[in-house]
């Protein structure tokens, strides 16, 4: 399951949490206070951190049941933070909108206790360069 992880995501203690059948891989981030921005809150870079990798974990989860193994580059992220990130586990998934031959478009939301409650969303454009 960690082959959805870069060196980066291992780096800040993300973690696969799991993938039920057919869904995009669960991610989370356990809080520590290397992470806080302002005290008793989540710093916006690493909440940022844990919804790019969670796009792009969704991303390459489609694309190797699919048979493909592309180079991705972001086109753009864009990141909306949406209530302060508590002092707890918070959990991310991605879901893609479109997947197309050459680009993904992407939508990805940031949770703690209720993935009804989000703390932050991002959409994700990207680009898919075939060897």
Request: no cysteine.
């Amino acid at each position: 399951m960690t082959d959805y992880l870069t060196a980066y995501a291992r780096s800040l203690g993300i973690v696969v949490a799991g993938q039920e059948g057919g869904m995009p891989p669960l991610l989370a981030l356990e809080f520590r206070h290397d992470l806080e921005g302002r005290p008793g809150a989540w710093h916006g870079g690493a909440i940022a951190g844990l919804l790019e990798t969670a796009g792009y974990a969704a991303l390459r989860s489609a694309l190797v049941e699919a048979g493909r193994a592309p180079l991705l580059k972001p086109i753009n992220v864009t990141v909306q933070y949406l209530s302060t990130g508590r002092t707890r586990t918070s959990f991310a998934r991605g879901r893609i909108v479109r997947l197309g031959r050459r680009n993904a478009n992407l939508s990805v939301e940031a949770w703690q206790d209720d993935p009804n409650r989000p703390i932050a969303s991002a959409v994700m454009n990207v680009l898919m360069i075939d060897d």
